[in-house]
Structure formats: structure tokens, C-alpha cells
């Protein structure tokens, strides 16, 4: 799986959502939501008239949130191919029966954290 090395959201009068600007590894299954909350974001400062103020406005409000989903997803897919001894996979089992699933724990922070 390849991310995209540097968000690009928004070029001169041109904005970008969704994969297009910051696609990444599907891990926590978060493309749909990120282009939905792309757009809401971006609707909303669009209403200011100003085109390159709402586009830099938009950069800014969501490149915290979308370089954290970026990282998190890259993170677990080094985790997902890493080669386990026996005894690690064992205690990665027991992990997951413990807490969950790695993404699952990752949806409850992105449910509960302000970005």
C-alpha cells in the first residue's frame, strides 16, 4: 500500500479532497468518511466569498486530523506485515481478545478526540 508522501488539499483555486488529496493505507477504512469531512469543511469556509482565504482556512483546519489518520494507518499496516515469531503472534492474540482490534481502538479515539 503506498500513502501519499505530503497532503496536498488545496493548488492555487483548486481544492482537493478525499483520496485525491491525502490517500493513504485503508487500515482504519477512513476514505469516505476523511472526503466527507473534506467537504463539510471546506463548504463551510467557502461561505466567506474569498476563494484563497477559504482554501488556506481549509488547509489548515484539516491537516492535523488527516496527518494523524495517515500516520495511524501507516502504522498499522508495518504492524500487519511485519513477521511474527510464534510467541509474538500469541501475544498479539491475546492483545486483541483483551482491547480489540488495533483499528477498533483507533475509531474510539477519532470518535472521542478534538483535531
Not at 488529496?21 to 473534506?38: F, P
Not at 484539516?62 to 501475544?91: A, Q, Y
Request: aromatic share 8%; net charge positive; with cysteine.
Amino acid at each position: 500500500m503506498e500513502t501519499v508522501s505530503a497532503p496536498v488539499l488545496a493548488k492555487g483555486r483548486i481544492a482537493f479532497i478525499g483520496d485525491a488529496s491525502h490517500g493513504c493505507a485503508t487500515s482504519l477504512q477512513q476514505g469516505a468518511a476523511q472526503a466527507l469531512e473534506d467537504s463539510i469543511v471546506l463548504s463551510d469556509f467557502l461561505d466567506s466569498g474569498n476563494i484563497l482565504i477559504a482554501l488556506q482556512k481549509y488547509t489548515s483546519a484539516r491537516m492535523k486530523k488527516i496527518s494523524w489518520v495517515m500516520e495511524k494507518s501507516n502504522n498499522c499496516m508495518k504492524i500487519f506485515n511485519k513477521k511474527l515469531t510464534n510467541l509474538e503472534k500469541i501475544d498479539r492474540n491475546e492483545k486483541i481478545k483483551a482491547e480489540g482490534l488495533n483499528s477498533f481502538i483507533l475509531w474510539q479515539k477519532l470518535f472521542n478526540d478534538d483535531f
